[in-house]
């Protein structure tokens, strides 16, 4: 099993959900180590739905925001799905 730092990470039947650790996701060493893992937990065999909360998050840099789009290409690329919730102002 994987160990995350950054992120929680559940699974619930077929779909996997994570939150980030940091509230503040606005600097490049942040977005680098942020963007690994959840890129390695949508590389997982069992993640065809991955849900990713934003509750937690206050600041977020357009870099990040670049990750989440190519989350969702790789999320596409395998037959998956992404879905974004808790997104707040």
């Not at 779909?15 to 893992?37: C, N, Q, S």
């Not at 990750?67 to 879905?83: D, H, S, Y």
């Amino acid at each position: 099993m994987n160990v995350y730092h950054h992120l929680g990470v559940w699974k619930y039947g077929s779909v996997i959900a994570i939150r980030f650790g940091d509230h503040r996701i606005l600097d490049e060493p942040t977005v680098k180590k942020l963007g690994d893992e959840i890129y390695d937990v949508a590389d997982r065999p069992d993640c065809q739905c991955l849900v990713v909360n934003l509750a937690s998050v206050e600041g977020l840099s357009s870099i990040m925001l670049g990750k989440l789009l190519m989350l969702q290409r790789k999320m596409a690329l395998k037959g998956g799905k992404l879905i974004l919730c808790g997104i707040g102002p």
